[in-house]
């Protein structure tokens, strides 16, 4: 580290994992560089069995399968390392703040550590990157496009630069699929997985609805439809802050009518 100055010792670390819930997902390799005041570095790297199968959409993105991981320690036999390795440690990844810290939190007290995040000072290269090098149609058109945006927050001129901007993405990257159902599954990995756009229902496989989050998880939605105790608990649900989608969801099935996987 040549431009920061350190005076207690940064751990950079990084994640691949079964898919991108820190609260039930879990980690499948781990990765952890300890930088000393002194210039000292050591590393900590291993791949993890998750004791549970890698979903495909998870693999495209790493390319850890179930096979890799097989002969792997589980997270529980590493979990006093890791934590060792963490000890007095400032902590940087990319794009930690919002998914790797999560998760790992998550794991460490899933198997009884103390870790925890508080008192540490938190720096993330991904928030750095965004807030130098912005990420909005401003930018795209002028990367893509090689040109200002004439008009920005106007809707029609936003509408329209969008289009370039489109345009030139696929012109720039020849493995971008060339249809609108490619383009589809690019933007949405994943998705196919869930009922809904909040991911708060999924399918399971036998295709039916269930919920994905909260003390009901894993529970048929025609099931507690039909059930007049459970009932009491989607009603409660359209009284709360969910998205429309999910209370249109809720209201159907207290109708009698449920999700159809397509």
Known sequence: MQNLQLDRPLVCFDLETTGTDPAKDRIVQIALVRVEPDGGRRTFTTLVNP??????????????????????????????????????????GFNALNFDLPLLEAEIRREGGAFQARGRRLLDAMVIFHRKEPRNLVAAVRFYCGRELAGAHSAEADALATLDVLDAQLA???DLPRDADGLHAFCNRGQERFVDRGRKFRWNDQGDAVFAFGKHEGKSLRDMARNQQDRGYLEWMLGKDFSEEVKGILRDALAGTYPVRQ
């Open 51 to 92: 004791q549970r199968p890698i979903p495909a959409e998870a693999t495209a993105v790493h390319g850890i399968r179930d096979e890799h991981v097989r002969a792997a320690p589980s997270f529980s036999q590493i979990r006093a390392e890791v934590e060792e390795f963490l000890a007095g440690a400032d902590l940087v």
């Open 172 to 174: 720039r990257y020849p």
